[in-house]
Each structure stands twice: as C-alpha cells, then as structure tokens.
C-alpha cells in the first residue's frame, strides 16, 4: 500500500494561466474524490469518481474546472484561466466503497 | 445538507492531560464518520472510522465515540504529547450520495 500520492506538491502560476494537478490513488480502491481547503476551513468537495465515470460534481466546480480518471486509475484536475480566488490546497482521496477514505498530501496551489 | 461543526476551534493543553474533541452533525441519517489528522500545510491522515451502527473505535490512545441519534461524536486523546499538536477535522458520509462533509477543525497544541 504506497498510499495516495498527488504531483505536483506546489504550483505557483500567473493569472490567466491553465495548471493540471495529478493524483494516484491507492491500487484497488474503486471511489476517488477532489477536495478544495483553503486556510482555516475544513476541506470542501469538489467531485466524485467511481472507476472511470464521473458521478457528482459541486456547484463550486465551475466550467473553468475539469477533471478526468481515464481508465479507473489516475485521475487529472485541470483549471483553466486561472484566478486568484483559485489558491487552496487541492487534496485528492480514494476509497474502496464507502469504507476508510484516504486522502493524499495534497497540491497547494498559489496564483499571483 | 449536513452541516458539521467542531468546537472548540482551537485548545491548548499541558503535555500529558486527556483531552476530548466534540464534532456534531446536523443529519443523523449517516452512514459512517470518520477522524482526521492535519499538520500545518499537509495533506489528512485517517485516524478513525466509526460506522453508524457503532458506537465507539479505539486506536492506542485515541479512542472516538459517536451518538447517531443526537448528531455527536468525540475524539478522546489520552496522555496528550507534544506531536500530538495538530488540527483535527471529522467527517461525515451520509447514507445518501458520494460525498463527505468535512467540519472546520480543532486546532490543537500540547505544550511540552
């Protein structure tokens, strides 16, 4: 079990700019959530996998928001035209059914 | 929608006193909850999962309880230590839909 693993650690990017973060999630487990932390505040859900299909999505996944898990393994979020209001911490979780969630260590994003 | 809150917001504690940790939700149609670990600019470690038909989970000196029908749960710390100091969130799935929902966190320092 190597555990969930989220590339890269940090991104700074310019406004405007498109970034697309990755996440590994642990092997077998079929359920891959987003979440968006931004400082002080618990995590907020972002959007949900099960294998490769994309089952929910929040309000606060806007259209500059996509995110993608090809083939039920990894998945990408990817931002378009970023802006400042983007900066969080972007945590990436797996899960086998609705057992214990495992959450990577996350990709802080910064946009100047 | 369930709202989760944590109180208090922050704690402060001499090393070695027991300490407990309050979570409530105002949904109790959950399906399990589930206690994290955050250190500062890190990703969530999964401490506990407690299912809904469970009333309490031990893990060395973490111990969690959950009451369903009033919407609580605790996360008791036993002999607190220095590397406990963190922020503490819990988490919530509900018995309907994919998500989880997240409170804001206790802040927790064990001062040496």
């Known amino acids: 079990d190597t555990g969930v693993s989220q590339n890269p650690r940090h991104k700074i990017t310019k406004r405007g700019q498109n970034v697309t973060f990755r996440c590994d999630p642990i092997?077998?487990?079929?359920?891959l959530y987003w979440y968006r932390q931004t400082l002080g505040q618990g995590p907020e859900f972002l959007t949900y996998?099960?294998?490769?299909?994309?089952?929910?999505k929040s309000r606060l996944l806007s259209d500059r928001f996509s995110a993608e898990r090809p083939k039920g393994s990894f998945s990408t979020l990817e931002i378009q035209r970023t802006e400042q209001g983007d900066s969080a911490m972007y945590l990436c979780?797996?899960?086998?059914?609705?057992?214990?969630?495992?959450f990577g260590q996350g990709t802080r994003l910064t946009v100047v | 929608k369930q709202e989760v809150t944590q109180i208090p917001a922050a704690l402060s504690v001499p090393e070695g006193e027991n300490l407990v940790l309050n979570c409530s939700f105002t949904d109790s149609a959950i399906y399990n909850l589930q206690w994290f670990r955050q250190d500062p600019g890190k990703g969530l470690t999964s401490l506990l999962l407690i299912q809904s038909s469970q009333r309490e989970q031990t893990s060395g000196r973490l111990n969690a309880s959950l009451d369903k029908s009033s919407g609580r749960s605790t996360l008791y710390i036993a002999a607190s230590q220095p590397g406990d100091s963190a922020t503490y969130l819990c988490?919530?799935?509900?018995?309907?839909?994919?998500?989880?929902?997240f409170g804001t966190g206790t802040s927790l320092t064990v001062i040496p």
């Open positions: 996998f099960q294998n490769e299909a994309q089952l929910e």
């Open positions: 979780a797996s899960s086998r059914g609705n057992s214990r969630a495992f």
């Open positions: 988490a919530v799935r509900p018995d309907t839909g994919n998500q989880f929902y």
């Open positions: 092997s077998e487990h079929n359920r």
